[in-house]
T-cell receptor, first 113, second 111 residues
């Protein structure tokens, strides 16, 4: 069965370190997205990609980067982790770009100390 | 003003009750609307799309009111398993697709 997996599930890191969160999907979706979820803010878009070599900034992209070298993977890198980046991170993939049929990964809970 | 707003709740209702909550949006050019369900500490999952004429899926009814710019979700004969957070999603296209998730409404069903 097709799936979308995120790793690690939990991560604790120190301020200033570079951290990479992995997202891998076997749906063969062109569209992939990274969100963060914090209390009171809902899901906020960090970066997204509509295909290989395509990446775009979302509403909260400062301090984050992504790269898309193949269809399956969209890793999210925190260049220099800050305590404000403590959050739950969700990766999603979709056939559409309208919000329909998003499939989310199980999430990564990141704590920056 | 937030682009998509939801009452955070929690809505605490007895099993078997009917419960409804709304989601308002600010962009009149919004084109697509959805309800997602999110269980505690889990990922969101699509519950249903919202169509202009309203639509039903079992005990769930979704409606769109373009004039007043809100969507609603009605749950009939609520079950304990309906306890979750319900996220509304609104999208539109200008120079690119924009998809906004609401912060969610927490629903708790008590026995």
């Amino acid at each position: 069965d097709a799936e979308i997996t995120q790793s690690p599930r939990h991560k604790i890191t120190e301020t200033g370190r570079q951290v990479t969160l992995a997202c891998h999907q076997t749906w063969n979706h062109n569209n992939m997205f990274w969100y963060r979820q914090d209390l009171g803010h809902g899901l906020r878009l960090i970066h997204y990609s509509y295909g290989v070599q395509d990446t775009n900034k979302g509403e909260v992209s400062d301090g984050y980067s992504v790269s898309r070298s193949n269809t399956e993977d969209l890793p999210l890198t925190l260049e220099s982790a800050a305590s404000s980046q403590t959050s739950v991170y969700f990766c999603a993939s979709s056939e559409s770009t309208t919000g329909r049929g998003y499939t989310f990964g199980s999430g990564t809970r990141l704590t920056v100390v | 003003r937030k682009e998509v707003e939801q009452d955070p709740g929690p809505f605490n209702v007895p099993e078997g009750a009917t419960v409804a909550f709304n989601c308002t949006y600010s962009n009149s050019a919004s084109q697509s609307f959805f309800w997602y369900r999110q269980d505690c500490r889990k990922e969101p999952k699509l519950l249903m799309s919202v169509y202009s004429s309203g639509n039903e899926d079992g005990r769930f009814t979704a409606q769109l009111n373009r004039a007043s710019q809100y969507i609603s979700l009605l749950i009939r004969d609520s079950k304990l398993s309906d306890s979750a957070t319900y996220l509304c999603v609104v999208s539109w296209y200008s120079s690119a697709s924009k998809i906004i998730f609401g912060s969610g409404t927490r629903l708790s069903i008590r026995p």
